[in-house]
């Protein structure tokens, strides 16, 4: 590292309290970055053919605490810095890709509240998305003469073609209409139609006018609708990203299961075909939630003939880069070392005379973690950070103490597995459950007694 390069606070003290809090940090992300090139080139050239206007997918998966999250944060910064609109959320049992009981809204709207851009990396960019399109709409009709609601029309044209396509374009135009009126209330109530807001029709027709609304049905249909459009407005795509994984396959029923599993196969089916334009998913997922015969995408049989590895780079031990399945490898020694020293550079603002720790701390204090908690200190390094920025907190506030004796002192536990948590129904995960010998509660034969 160099102390010529000087850290901006901000930038600072988002990355340390976030890792101090064991979350993934929103920005930042390219101070603390270690190993994993090939992985973040894959989804590099999945970015630059989605600012062509194709289409991409990938199911990145990793162990518990492999770094998955803090993966897809950095492929979604990376999305971003080349002028792509991003969207995240996590999957949970209350938003889901697919429901009947508002799950599949509520997994659309908080992904339209995290719509983010280059200018709006932390969301809320919804808004801006409209105005963008309304800014090249004027600057056209300048240029040409023409009515500005006639070239949104026509630019909107594209879009009627899609389901749902018609209402969606009526809605831009009630948003020019509020934006050429000064009126804030139509404009608003766009936007909160663009964001899956509005849960009756009725409130929808005396607001904008249309008569739908985004319904759990229609979650993946407004997704490609945006995508089109954010194109229309000048950015490259939309790249959408979506964490826990593991939710769906923690669903205690397999019909639940099934639906979620089919929505993602219409995604997959759409992506690899190229039926889709200018979009690209991004999901998040343990081993298990992806070869999990009983539960987990390979249970959907049509999803595991789509998502099995490549069975020649297989047999090599080597991983096809190529296919929608990106497995991450675990952190190495020196990638946790490489990542310990870019920590105590960004605790100093890059400013090296200010280093909290010399250089012979840093393998004392990996040394102290791996007789404390044996190779799991940098497999599932969170715990690991956590500590190393604790004692960097120490050691700044009171220089005088001696580095060798609090890391003699220092507590490092294991991280736990909280993805193996007992399920919504009371039952333990299938893997495990399989493992002891148990049935399994999606087979009807289980619990059949003569």
């Known amino acids: 590292m160099t102390?010529?390069?000087?850290?901006?606070?901000?930038?600072?003290?988002?990355?340390?309290?976030?890792?101090?809090?064991?979350?993934?940090?929103?920005?930042?992300?390219?101070?603390?970055?270690?190993?994993?090139?090939?992985?973040?080139?894959a989804l590099i050239k999945d970015i630059d053919r989605i600012n062509q206007a194709g289409s991409a997918i990938r199911f990145v998966i990793g162990d518990f605490g492999a770094g998955k999250t803090f993966f897809l944060s950095l492929v979604r910064a990376v999305a971003l810095e080349k002028g792509l609109v991003t969207m995240t959320a996590d999957l949970n049992p209350d938003r889901r890709l697919y429901g009947s009981g508002g799950q599949a809204r509520s997994l659309y709207s908080e992904l339209t509240r995290n719509i983010a851009?280059?200018?709006?990396?932390?969301?809320?960019a919804m808004a801006s998305v409209v105005e963008r399109f309304i800014t090249t709409a004027l600057q056209q009709?300048?240029?040409?003469?023409?009515?500005?609601?006639?070239?949104?029309?026509?630019?909107?044209?594209?879009?009627?073609?899609?389901?749902?396509?018609?209402?969606?374009?009526?809605?831009?135009?009630?948003?020019?209409?509020?934006?050429?009126?000064?009126?804030e209330q139509l404009k608003a109530d766009a936007v909160r139609w663009l964001r899956g807001e509005f849960t009756t029709k009725t409130d929808a027709r005396q607001a904008l006018g249309v008569r739908t609304i985004i319904e759990d049905d229609?979650?993946?249909?407004?997704?490609?609708?945006?995508?089109?459009?954010?194109?229309?407005?000048?950015?490259?795509?939309?790249?959408?990203?979506?964490?826990?994984?593991?939710?769906?396959?923690?669903?205690?029923?397999?019909?639940?299961?099934?639906?979620?599993?089919?929505?993602?196969?219409?995604?997959?089916?759409?992506?690899?075909?190229?039926?889709?334009?200018?979009?690209?998913?991004?999901?998040?997922?343990?081993?298990?939630?992806?070869?999990?015969?009983?539960?987990?995408?390979?249970?959907?049989q049509a999803l595991q003939s789509r998502l099995s590895e490549n069975a020649f780079a297989a047999q090599q031990g080597l991983q096809d880069f190529g296919g929608p399945v990106i497995r991450l490898a675990n952190l190495t020694p020196e990638d946790l070392y490489v990542l310990l020293t870019k920590l105590r550079h960004l605790h100093s603002s890059g400013d090296a005379a200010q280093y909290a720790l010399p250089d012979e701390a840093l393998p004392a204090f990996l040394s102290h973690c791996n007789q404390r908690i044996g190779?799991?200190?940098?497999?599932t390094p969170r715990n690991t950070v956590r500590a190393f920025l604790d004692l960097l907190s120490?050691?700044?506030?009171?220089?005088?103490?001696?580095?060798?004796?609090?890391?003699?002192?220092?507590?490092?536990?294991?991280?736990?597995?909280?993805?193996?948590?007992?399920?919504?129904?009371?039952?333990?995960?299938?893997?495990?459950?399989?493992?002891?010998?148990?049935?399994?509660?999606?087979?009807?034969?289980?619990?059949?007694?003569?």
């Not at 340390?16 to 090139?37: D, E, T």
């Not at 407005?233 to 205690?252: H, S, T």
């Not at 190779?375 to 497999?379: G, I, N, S």
Request: glycine fraction near 10%; include cysteine; aromatic fraction near 8%.
């Open 394 to 450: 120490v050691l700044e506030q009171h220089a005088d103490l001696d580095w060798n004796h609090l890391i003699e002192e220092l507590d490092v536990s294991q991280e736990l597995n909280t993805d193996r948590d007992i399920e919504e129904d009371g039952t333990a995960p299938a893997p495990a459950a399989l493992q002891a010998g148990a049935a399994d509660p999606d087979d009807e034969l289980s619990s059949f007694r003569l």
């Open 3 to 41: 102390s010529a390069v000087r850290i901006p606070p901000r930038d600072r003290d988002a990355v340390l309290q976030a890792l101090r809090a064991g979350v993934v940090p929103r920005r930042g992300l390219q101070y603390i970055q270690v190993g994993r090139a090939r992985e973040v080139e």
């Open 218 to 300: 229609q979650v993946y249909d407004g997704v490609k609708l945006l995508a089109r459009f954010i194109r229309l407005a000048g950015y490259g795509g939309l790249l959408v990203c979506l964490d826990e994984l593991v939710n769906l396959y923690k669903l205690p029923h397999a019909t639940a299961r099934n639906t979620n599993y089919e929505q993602i196969l219409r995604i997959l089916n759409d992506t690899l075909q190229g039926s889709s334009e200018g979009v690209g998913f991004v999901f998040g997922g343990t081993p298990e939630t992806l070869m999990d015969a009983r539960r987990g995408l390979y249970s959907y």
């Open 141 to 183: 009709a300048k240029s040409t003469g023409e009515a500005v609601e006639s070239i949104i029309q026509q630019r909107l044209q594209s879009l009627t073609e899609l389901v749902g396509g018609y209402d969606f374009a009526q809605v831009i135009e009630c948003y020019w209409r509020g934006h050429d009126q000064g009126n």
């Open 117 to 124: 851009t280059r200018t709006k990396p932390e969301g809320g």
């Open 375 to 379: 190779a799991a200190y940098f497999q």
